[in-house]
């Protein structure tokens, strides 16, 4: 399994600043469990989180070393995790994002599609 990017970044800044996983988690109210499963992209990256991370870890780094932690956790966020889809919807969400990735703009109606989608979130 792979990191995701708030997860990589606040590793490292563990690191850095010689924490273990366990001090962080308690630090932000959460399991040692729970705060690896979010590094990982298995449970979701609130908001809250963020901002419990960024406060444990304030008089341990750098303010240039946050933003970059709260850059990661923007990426992060953009992450789906599909676990729980059925095989169809993961292969309809993976054929969307080989057709994007490859710079293949999608057809009109379905562009339309998903900004009403966006609208009832």
Known sequence: MKLT???????????RADLPLKAMAQGM??????????????KRLSEKHVETALEFLSDKTTQ????????AAEQSRDVVNMEDFDPQARGLVAAFARRISSGTTPPPELLK?????????
């Open 5 to 15: 990017p708030f997860g990589e970044a606040a590793r490292l800044l563990r690191m």
């Open 64 to 71: 240039q070393q946050l933003q970059e932690l709260r850059r």
């Open 113 to 121: 599609w998903i900004k009403e989608q966006q609208k009832e979130d």
């Open 29 to 42: 109210g959460i399991s040692s469990s729970h705060l690896s499963a979010i590094e990982y992209g298995e």
